[in-house]
């Protein structure tokens, strides 16, 4: 009997890397505190999932009703698992 490991789905790539119409949940961020207080404000935090809209500058995601343009330079420092099957 061969025992197969199983894939890892949830590895972590940078926002940056989706394609569009990719859903993702947030992991973590490398965001100073006030960049992580704006962005939680709008709904995009820890665990919050989200669909990628458009990818580009700026990049357009919808988190629930909302949608929030994000810069290039913001997208590759927040961290986000692919998912396949987020609300």
Known sequence: MTIVSPTIEHECIPLSQLGEREK??????????????????????????????????????????????LSKEITSRIMVRRCGVCN
Not at 35 to 43: H, I, N, R
């Open 24 to 69: 993702a949940v947030v992991h973590m961020t490398e965001l100073d505190a006030d960049e992580q207080d704006a962005l939680t404000a709008m709904g995009l935090h820890e665990d919050a999932s989200f669909e990628l809209c458009q990818q580009g500058q700026p990049c357009i995601i919808q988190v629930e009703a909302t949608r929030l343009g």
